[in-house]
């Protein structure tokens, strides 16, 4: 683990951008390669609710891709679409090769559709199109990266998982308000960490154990 700076405090619910000053204090100015990877995905999937540009959350929350008779919906002489009900989706926490993502899935009558669909009847959303509306985030390699701050990581990078894992719940949070969510399933960023934190912890105690046992040993001789 890098050595802290003495004047570098990490606040107790930091920013990204605090995170981020505090990982170049405590690292000779700089932000390592894996780390700024990460961050930087943390960053944009951050970005997503308040930025202009199209990405696949606004694709989704789109009203004029809704299917207004399904949904009891209407547009008024100015062109603003208001219903009565919103459409469905079913969101999927999973790790990738990649990394973190979360999915999301539309329902046709009953079942969710994982493939191409426009124009169907029976579909909430008028086009679905699973290329550019499937995955709404994605946090690069983060698995490796939970596994790397168990191994050799250090407060900052600690930061940083748990701040992933909060604007995650905070993208999750807006969904449900602006779309009907009938399924949350998947592996979350914390239950992974968690995972991580028991098998790091049972290979400290395997260690400590062979350590005692050659220890013995070494008396013994």
């Given at each position: 683990m890098s050595g802290t700076h003495n004047k570098a405090q990490l606040p107790s619910n930091p920013t990204l951008k605090e995170i981020n000053w505090y990982k170049k204090q405590i690292n000779w100015g700089?932000?390592?390669?894996?780390?700024?990877?990460v961050a930087s995905s943390v960053s944009e999937s951050e970005g997503i609710l308040e930025h202009g540009f199209d990405n696949a959350v606004k694709r989704i929350i789109d009203k004029r891709n809704w299917n207004l008779d399904l949904l009891d919906g209407h547009?008024?002489?100015?062109?603003?679409?208001?219903?009565?009900?919103?459409?469905?989706?079913?969101?999927?926490?999973?790790?990738?090769?990649?990394?973190f993502e979360l999915w999301a899935l539309p329902y046709a009558k009953d079942a969710t559709i994982d493939t191409y669909v426009k124009?169907?009847?029976?579909?909430?959303f008028k086009e679905w199109d699973p290329v550019s509306m499937k995955s709404l985030i994605r946090i690069n390699q983060l698995h490796k990266f939970i596994g790397f701050y168990f191994e050799r990581g250090d407060k900052a990078d600690k930061a940083l998982i748990l701040h992933a894992h909060k604007v995650v719940h905070k993208i999750i949070s807006?969904?449900?308000?602006?779309?009907n969510v009938v399924k949350l399933d998947g592996v979350?960023?914390?239950?992974?960490?968690?995972?991580?934190?028991?098998?790091?912890?049972?290979c400290s105690d395997e260690i400590d154990i062979a350590k005692l046992m050659l220890g013995e040993n070494q008396n013994k001789e």
């Open positions: 700089e932000l390592p390669p894996f780390y700024h990877l547009e008024d002489t100015f062109g603003e679409i208001y219903c009565v009900n919103k459409p469905r989706i079913a969101l999927h926490q999973v790790f990738t090769d990649r990394g124009d169907n009847r029976f579909m909430e807006f969904l449900q308000r602006e779309l979350t960023i914390k239950e992974l960490y968690q995972l991580c934190e028991r098998d790091s912890r049972a």
